[in-house]
């Protein structure tokens, strides 16, 4: 029997840094409020050893325009994860 205690995150976000700083594509921005993605795709919770991200990735769809809107998502999560100090 091994004994559980609840894990607690120290914090929570909606969106990833990438997504949200300055110049990234304003496809995966909520123009109201930046802190969140604007389809919910992303939950980010840091915990005291490591880090949980959940993602919901979108459809690469059949247009030019849902083609664009992937590979900005792909690009930005790529940098995201790649420049990581603490494990995912």
Known sequence: ???????????????????????????????????????????????QSFDLLATYAPNNGNDEAAFARRAAWDSALSAEVKGRQRPL
């Open 1 to 47: 029997f091994l004994p559980q205690k609840p894990l607690k995150p120290s914090r929570i976000s909606y969106t990833l840094p990438a997504f949200a700083q300055e110049g990234a594509s304003s496809l995966h921005q909520d123009p109201a409020d930046k802190t969140w993605h604007p389809e919910g795709r992303i939950i980010f919770a840091s915990f």
